[in-house]
């Protein structure tokens, strides 16, 4: 039997290809997206779309990357339908606070 063998993931770190963008990308794995079918958290949407969530934010101001409240990956934000998601591709990401 095959135990332990990895799984190959499609979907990779390009924004511009994602389900539920909310029009902008706001960086190489990072933008502002409609996460309400997700769970309303960064973490369900990163998930769900195949990635690791890394962080998230509300989003403020009219240009649809300026990072407002910061709700990591597990929080919500209270009547919005969007907000600015960071996430990574299976592998990419280590904890910085791993090394110490």
Not at 52 to 60: L, P, Q, Y
Request: some cysteine; proline content about 4%; glycine content about 16%.
């Amino acid at each position: 039997t095959n135990v332990g063998t990895p799984t190959t993931l499609s979907t990779t770190c390009d924004p511009s290809s994602w389900p539920d963008l909310d029009t902008h990308v706001c960086g190489a794995c990072k933008a502002l997206v409609n996460w309400g079918t997700y769970g309303s958290t960064c973490g369900g949407y990163c998930s769900g779309i195949g990635l690791t969530c890394v962080n998230g934010w509300e989003e403020a101001g009219g240009d649809g990357c300026t990072e407002g409240e910061n709700l990591g990956c597990d929080r919500s934000y209270e009547g919005t339908s969007d907000a600015i998601c960071e996430c990574a591709a299976d592998g990419t990401y280590v904890d910085p606070t791993w090394y110490y």
